[in-house]
């Protein structure tokens, strides 16, 4: 965790960027999206002006915008592709790795009807890892990000095969099929995020995590910044 990582204005510049595209975000999503996608946690909107657009089903109430061109991106996300010290931590840490391949805006707010708060689930084997900026002064009730220490590494036969289970068909949808039981993990042991506008958490992908459920008007609104890499279990990241 690296506290007060980006400053006060620019945290300031992204707030109102990602207020504004959620805001446009929603116009996408057409009511035949909607019944496409019922069953589904978000309903999956089209790529427009160099943009994807997800937005959550009443389960899931939360809206995210990705750019993956950085050509296409708003100034300030484009800052964020090239910020040259958050780079060189990452590439120090990764071995090398110096530069994200996909930028997303999140908000997060309370869903209209509520479900287990612990999804535990890792991201994926062995393909990316991730930066988390917070965008606001969050407390317990604005959906902190929830992990266990230490579980990125050093996997056991059990562990193994199911994450190789999990991740058995192409194409599958992480946030659909990747979660996992309490007794697969430690959930008693697990750290809450719970940090400040311009905090950033860096974490390997492979790291049991989860989410809380944002309470009485919570919100959080953060960014994850995505560099694609072929992680290692002996990762340096702890």
């Known amino acids: 965790v690296l506290k007060n990582f980006i400053d006060a204005e620019t945290v300031k510049s992204l707030r109102n960027e990602l207020e504004k595209q959620t805001a446009l975000a929603t116009e996408h999503i057409t009511d035949e999206i909607k019944q496409n996608y019922e069953h589904h946690r978000y309903y999956v909107g089209p790529e427009v002006d160099g943009k994807s657009i997800n937005i959550g089903s009443p389960y899931d109430a939360r809206v ?3 750019y993956r061109k950085e050509e296409l991106a708003p100034d ?4 964020l592709f090239n910020h040259e010290r958050l780079n060189h931590i990452v590439g120090d840490y990764t071995g090398g790795l110096t530069k994200p391949q996909d930028v997303m805006m999140e908000k997060i707010s309370p869903p209209l009807m509520f479900r287990d708060n612990d999804w535990w689930h890792i991201d994926n084997l062995a393909d990316h890892f991730k930066a988390q900026l917070i965008l606001n002064d969050m407390d317990i009730n604005d959906g902190p990000f929830k992990f266990i220490k230490g ?3 050093n996997f056991s036969a059990k ?5 190789h289970k999990m991740y058995a068909l ?3 949808k992480t946030q659909e099929s990747n979660h996992f039981e309490d007794e697969f993990t430690t959930p008693e042991l697990c750290t809450e995020f719970v940090a400040n506008a311009g905090d950033i958490a860096l974490f390997d992908p492979k790291l049991h995590h989860s989410w809380r459920y944002p309470y009485d008007n919570g919100e959080r609104n953060n960014i994850f910044i995505y560099y694609i890499i072929i992680c290692e279990a002996t990762s340096k990241i702890h």
């Open 151 to 153: 579980t990125h590494k």
């Open 76 to 79: 300030c996300i484009k800052a």
């Open 64 to 66: 995210q915008i990705s």
């Open 170 to 172: 192409q194409g599958i």
């Open 159 to 163: 562990q193994k095969a199911r994450y």
